[in-house]
């Protein structure tokens, strides 16, 4: 975590940056808009050796769902084990 909130990275040998725009019965680029939508900052850069990185920030969710799971202080909860 870091700025109070969740940073994803996803590194690929590819040296671009792919377009977000979805033509209306195409079937790429979905997954980056979906992406743009739920960060509060979406970001890439090209890494030194091969490839670019594409970082996602999430803000932190300050009304959690009433329904969410967590353990202490939210953190990670050991799933049942199986009857």
Do not use: I
């Amino acid at each position: 975590m870091e700025h109070d909130g969740l940073v994803v990275d996803v590194s690929d040998p590819l040296r671009v940056f792919p377009e977000a725009d979805v033509e209306p019965d195409g079937e790429g680029g979905r997954g980056l808009l979906v992406v743009r939508h739920l960060t509060a900052e979406l970001d890439w850069f090209l890494r030194a050796d091969v490839g670019k990185t594409v970082r996602a920030r999430f803000a932190p969710n300050p009304h959690p769902h009433p329904h969410a799971r967590g353990g202490a202080a939210g953190g990670p909860v050991t799933p049942p084990l199986p009857s």
